[in-house]
């Protein structure tokens, strides 16, 4: 049965990933991708990986998606016609990538062999030791958090580095250009602004679950500061972006990476100071499963502190960017996707 | 007792997957956009609550259920607000509801 389903993943895979190939209307592109990234996500759940799962559904089809699209209200809906220039050469190196890909390939182990080097290294380590050293359920969390510490470090770094670098290049005013506030007609969205105050505070609680829970079921700082984003931006979307700012002031946000990083960081200098080497968690406390059980509750808290401000800011940077250019535009609609749809229009007037 | 059980939620799931299936033809085949958006909200809100209501039936009284419950609460919220709003985008981007006529997007995808 799992063959079967696992089958059939791939396939919409494959299918999705020839149709983004061949469209040329960049908005059902986006929309493709996420698609693409929901099914990724099913084949990690078939796969037993629900950490991973929930990762890339949050970040895939939902925030990845909508960054996709505020670019996309600055720049055209369609893709431009490329010049027409001999298609062979470009042939040829993509059969021979891909033949020395699938060459490569030969060599690998077959997927779930015991036999595997990945399974006859730390692995069963981890997974033998894993209750009896750190004493938490989730086996994932416990390596992520404590065995492969400094590699969580570095990754929340990578996620602290990347926002460093589009403030850099794009940066975040304290205060937007506004758009008009005032209309004649009452605001068309009340079904929407009814059903987000509903589910809004529920999906910042689901975060808070996974992000504490996370020692005992799927998640942990990474999804949970996903979810805890992905809860701001709906909110953005449906009330505006000033509102979204009032909620959480740039002046916050801004440090709040660096705040994260600095947890996780400060973790790891604590324990020095307590005698034990960088992020060993058992100079925390004197039960030795109480102190990693510490450990891993401050670092998922900075990773999560990190992730979540990280994709706050780069979504309040990107749909900014679009408001910026056309201090004018948004009559009516209001929640800065006026460009998008003026598109949208233009292209049904011309065909129809 | 289990097996009226089992039958019963077998019925649901079925009943589910059969609504899957008409909204995914109803979505292929009606001729234009609104009555597309129609076909698939019925994969919102018929499909997904009966296929879910099957497993909370085999799951029996866990926290399994419990949070299927949840699920099927959110969905209930969730889906048809999402309609609602590609139905209002599309009125926003110029789409009239009384011309029949097939989607742009069609010829060339």
Same mark, same amino acid.
């Given at each position: 049965m799992d063959t079967v389903v696992d089958i059939l993943l791939? @396939?919409?895979? +494959?299918i999705c990933a020839i149709s983004i190939l061949r469209l040329r209307d960049l908005f059902a592109m986006t929309m493709m991708f996420g698609l693409f990234s929901l099914i990724s996500a099913g084949l990690f759940t078939t796969m037993d990986a629900p950490d991973v799962a929930f990762t890339e559904a949050a970040v895939g089809a939902g925030i990845s998606t909508i960054l996709i699209l505020a670019t996309l209200a600055q720049t055209s809906r369609r893709e431009q016609a490329t010049p027409a220039r001999s298609k062979l050469v470009p042939l040829a190196v993509v059969w021979v990538t891909g033949a020395v890909l699938i060459y490569g390939t030969a060599d690998l182990p077959a997927f779930g *062999?015991? *036999?595997?080097p990945v399974h006859n290294h730390v692995g069963p380590h981890y997974i033998q030791e894993s209750g009896k050293e750190i004493g938490i359920p989730n086996v994932v969390a416990s390596v992520l958090a404590s065995y492969r510490g400094y590699d969580t470090l570095g990754e929340v770094v990578v996620v602290f580095a990347a926002v460093v670098g589009v403030m850099s290049l794009l940066g975040l005013r304290r205060r937007p250009p506004g758009l008009r506030p005032a209309r004649g007609k009452p605001d068309p969205n009340d079904v929407l602004k009814v059903i987000a105050t509903m589910v809004v505070p529920v999906i910042l609680l689901f975060a808070l679950y996974v992000q504490f829970h996370g020692e005992y079921s799927p998640g942990g700082g990474f999804q949970a500061g996903v979810i805890f984003a992905a809860a701001i931006i709906l909110y953005a979307l449906v009330f505006g972006l000033d509102k979204a700012r009032q909620v959480i002031p740039p002046k916050v946000l801004n440090r709040l990476p660096a705040a &994260?990083?600095?947890? =996780? &960081? &400060?973790v790891g200098v604590v324990t020095l100071l307590l005698g034990g080497n960088f992020l060993e968690? =058992? +100079?925390? @406390?004197? *039960?030795?499963? !109480? +102190?990693q059980h510490m450990g891993i509750?401050?670092?998922?808290i900075g990773v999560g502190v !990190?992730?979540?401000?990280?994709?706050?800011l780069i979504y309040f940077i990107f749909s900014e960017r679009g408001r910026g250019k056309r201090p004018d535009e948004g009559n009516g609609d209001g929640d800065g996707d006026g460009d998008g749809d003026g598109a949208l229009s233009r292209d049904e007037g011309g065909t129809a | 007792m289990p097996l009226l059980i089992d039958l019963l939620s077998w019925a649901l799931i079925l009943v589910g997957g059969a609504f899957g299936v008409i909204g995914g033809i109803g979505l292929l085949r009606l001729p234009e956009f609104f009555s597309r958006i129609h076909a698939a909200s019925i994969t919102d809100s018929m499909c997904a609550p009966c296929i879910i209501a099957g497993l909370m039936l085999q799951s029996g009284l866990t926290l399994v259920t419990v949070k299927l419950a949840f699920l099927v609460v959110f969905?209930?919220?969730?889906?048809?607000?999402?309609?609602?709003?590609?139905?209002?985008?599309a009125l926003h981007g110029g789409m009239d509801p009384g011309r029949t006529r097939r989607l742009d997007g069609e010829a060339e995808s």
């Open positions: 791939l @396939a919409f895979l +494959a *062999d015991p *036999d595997a &994260g990083v600095l947890i =996780y &960081g &400060g968690y =058992y +100079a925390l @406390a004197e *039960d030795a499963k !109480t +102190a509750l401050f670092i998922e !990190t992730v979540a401000s990280v994709m706050l | 969905l209930f919220l969730t889906s048809p607000t999402a309609s609602h709003a590609l139905a209002k985008a």
